[in-house]
């Protein structure tokens, strides 16, 4: 079956930029999602096919898929984007894959 | 608005069963596929099982394959999940979520699902 992973944390000072790293086999060739999650809510869906947003996503959230790494890039961090960002890519095996989850810290 | 919401969850003993339903609202829900997707306390997203818009087509995790079952019924706009044989593992948050194309672009808030003896 296929697999995603993430780095369980990543920490970046408020202002500045962080990027979450989805990692799988040739996932370039796969098209990956995002998904924002904070404490106590649902996900939602804040980029879709490798580097798409749906309406009212601000243009600070950003993606990006090739070879055997997905990035999303958060721009000018707020602390607002404290939260975990969850990945998900679709295999024709699996179905819907998630990666394991990364918590965003703003410092 | 465009919605949906969960209900069904609760606490169960292994072994026994359970039934969840997300009723969906603001949107023409036989024409998407849907998803159950779960959540372990403190884990990651664990995805469940797909339907096809019409109910004709379902795909199972092989962790719940032959214990749940996904099912649909258009005319009332509701998606369900019948949970048997439930074991302490099957213990989480359970979200409904709509298909588009590969992702899943709208969820529900959630139903929690505990399974202790």
């Known amino acids: 079956s296929y697999e995603v992973t993430q780095p369980l944390s990543v920490s970046v000072a408020l202002g500045q930029t962080a990027k979450i790293i989805c990692g799988g086999n040739n996932i370039g060739s796969k098209t990956v999602h995002w998904y924002q999650q904070k404490p106590g809510q649902a996900p939602i869906l804040i980029i879709y096919r490798d580097n798409n947003r749906p309406s009212g996503i601000p243009e600070r959230f950003s993606g990006s898929n090739s070879g055997n790494t997905a990035t999303l890039t958060i721009s000018s961090v707020q602390a607002g984007d404290e939260a975990d960002y969850h990945c998900q890519a679709w295999d024709s095996t699996s179905l819907v894959v998630f990666g394991g989850g990364t918590k965003l810290t703003v410092l | 608005q465009v919605h949906l919401v969960e209900s069904g969850g609760g606490v169960v003993q292994p072994g026994r069963s359970l039934r969840l339903s997300c009723a969906a609202t603001?949107?023409?829900?036989?024409?998407?596929?849907m998803s159950w997707v779960r959540q372990a306390p403190g884990k990651g997203l664990e995805w469940v099982a797909i339907i096809s818009y019409d109910g004709t087509t379902k795909n199972y995790a092989d962790s719940v394959k032959g214990r749940l079952t996904i099912s649909r019924d258009n005319s009332k706009n509701t998606l369900f999940l019948q949970m048997t044989s439930l074991r302490v593992e099957d213990s989480a948050l359970y979200y409904c979520a709509r298909l588009n194309g590969d992702y899943l672009d709208l969820w529900g808030p959630g139903t929690l699902v505990s399974v202790s003896s």
């Open positions: 603001g949107f023409t829900f036989s024409r998407f596929s």
